[in-house]
């Protein structure tokens, strides 16, 4: 059996990140993961301005090697495109501007897949001294005991923790069976990925790119760029529509690039690489507790999937970040109790929770097409509507601008 302060359940972004920045408090931890990397990850391979401002908090060192990294995609932002075709360009930081020569050449946001971007962080795990990974371990029995959880993958390998950092993502069997978090379709987006070779009309700055097209309402179609010519391209629905209007993704997301008068063309001298595959998005659009006595949930794990953007691996990072510093806070004060813990989650709200509120209302407006149009009419020409969804990819407290009175002001009347 092995003995350890923190044990992480899950090598993704989320719990990779957590054993990163308890190595740099100095706190000794295990990671398990039941895949053995590199492996392939069903995602739209999207790292927004989220991920770099995280990994440069823990060591600017790992920052560095991740720009370096020859595997991605340099991407400045995001460009939205409503029902009525009309579009909003984001950049990845609020300040950013296409003229200024040095935000051309300092993108802080990326596109690769996850093959290669996990792949990255795991290897960056193995330089840590005070991490300790274990891949091809499932684990699928957790028991509480006096001193900590007792967990196990039913085959002998054993870990004894004072405290659980959950980050299996999705369908993380802990989220349901201890925390008590069940799937609710409206809360949880259906997704598939496909991978097209030759997609022609990407962004100069490598824009990834969410279409909010009329006859996909309430989903949305993206188009992400890869390196070597290739995109990641998917559908994104709410699970409660997809079930209530029986709506096959698979075809749909054929139907739109060999007959829509925009895609086709686009998609005419395009090639589908592999298979289309599906997954599941649990989204950060209810409330939930995600801690309680020894343990945290972080990521996908803790639905903390942006409603409208479908950002995930910053948020996921973000969040494993916050529950390794309070961690290391529980390991000082020997206190592992589910009211002790409890101050992750108000880190979770003070953090996630004005960004996440927002998302939700701006997703709820894509059910209505005419306010949709509205809305990004409106931000195509207002620098503060911008300014706002460009926070949201950057990893900046929205809470200081959504309560000033002023603010709104300027969002109706500043262009």
């Known amino acids: 059996m092995i003995a350890t302060r923190v044990?992480?359940?899950?090598?993704?972004?989320?719990?990779?990140?957590?054993?990163?920045?308890?190595?740099?408090?100095?706190?000794?931890?295990?990671?398990?993961?039941?895949?053995?990397?590199?492996?392939d990850k069903v995602c739209g391979d999207g790292l927004s301005g989220k991920v770099l401002t995280c990994l440069q908090k823990i060591d600017p060192a790992i920052a560095e090697r991740?720009?370096?990294?020859?595997?991605?995609?340099?991407?400045?932002?995001?460009?939205?495109a409503a029902p009525n075709r009309q579009l909003l360009g984001i950049g990845y930081r609020p300040d950013f501007d296409a003229d200024n020569a040095a935000?051309?050449?300092?993108?802080?946001?990326?596109?690769?897949?996850?093959?290669?971007?996990?792949?990255?962080?795991?290897?960056?795990?193995?330089?840590?001294p005070h991490v300790k990974l274990f891949e091809g371990k499932h684990i699928i029995k957790y028991e509480l005991q006096p001193d900590g959880y007792l967990v196990s993958d039913g085959k002998g390998f054993e870990v004894k923790a004072s405290l659980l950092i959950i980050a299996g993502g999705a369908h993380a069997a802990f989220t349901k069976q201890v925390a008590g978090i069940a799937m609710e379709p409206k809360h949880y987006m259906a997704g598939i990925r496909a991978y097209y070779k030759g997609v022609a009309?990407?962004?100069?700055r490598?824009?990834?790119?969410?279409?909010?097209?009329?006859?996909?309402?309430?989903?949305?179609?993206?188009?992400?760029?890869?390196?070597?010519?290739?995109?990641?391209?998917?559908?994104?629905?709410?699970?409660?529509?997809?079930?209530?209007?029986?709506?096959?993704?698979?075809?749909?997301?054929?139907?739109?690039?060999?007959?829509?008068?925009?895609?086709?063309?686009?998609?005419?001298?395009?090639?589908?690489?592999?298979?289309?595959?599906?997954?599941?998005?649990?989204?950060?659009?209810?409330?939930?507790?995600?801690?309680?006595?020894?343990?945290?949930?972080?990521?996908?794990?803790?639905?903390?999937?942006?409603?409208?953007?479908?950002?995930?691996?910053?948020?996921?990072?973000?969040?494993?970040?916050?529950?390794?510093l309070q961690a290391a806070r529980a390991i000082q004060a020997n206190d592992f109790s589910a009211a002790g813990l409890a101050k992750y989650d108000m880190e979770i709200e003070r953090v996630f929770g004005p960004e996440l509120r927002l998302s939700t209302r701006i997703q709820k407006l894509?059910?209505?097409?005419?306010?949709?149009?509205?809305?990004?009419?409106?931000?195509?020409?207002n620098k503060k509507v911008q300014e706002l969804l460009s926070c949201m990819f950057y990893e900046v407290d929205l809470r200081k601008k959504l309560t000033k009175p002023s603010f709104?002001?300027?969002?109706?009347f500043n262009k």
């Open 103 to 128: 935000h051309r050449q300092t993108p802080i946001g990326y596109v690769c897949k996850r093959w290669n971007f996990d792949h990255f962080l795991v290897q960056e795990l193995k330089r840590c």
């Open 366 to 381: 894509v059910n209505y097409p005419r306010l949709f149009n509205f809305f990004i009419n409106i931000g195509a020409k």
């Open 206 to 324: 490598h824009f990834i790119e969410l279409h909010f097209l009329k006859n996909l309402l309430p989903g949305y179609f993206w188009i992400f760029p890869l390196p070597n010519g290739e995109a990641n391209v998917g559908i994104g629905m709410l699970s409660e529509a997809v079930h209530r209007g029986k709506v096959n993704l698979k075809k749909e997301l054929v139907h739109i690039v060999e007959n829509d008068p925009v895609f086709k063309e686009r998609f005419k001298n395009a090639t589908l690489q592999g298979t289309i595959e599906g997954y599941g998005l649990p989204l950060g659009s209810k409330k939930r507790r995600l801690s309680g006595t020894r343990f945290m949930l972080v990521g996908d794990a803790g639905y903390l999937i942006d409603p409208f953007t479908g950002e995930g691996i910053g948020n996921a990072m973000g969040s494993g970040r916050l529950a390794a």
């Open 66 to 80: 991740l720009k370096g990294a020859g595997f991605k995609v340099n991407s400045w932002g995001v460009s939205f």
């Open 408 to 412: 709104y002001l300027q969002l109706l």
């Open 7 to 39: 044990c992480i359940i899950g090598a993704g972004p989320g719990g990779a990140t957590a054993a990163l920045q308890l190595n740099r408090e100095e706190v000794d931890c295990v990671v398990v993961d039941k895949a053995v990397f590199p492996r």
């Open 201 to 204: 009309g990407m962004h100069p």
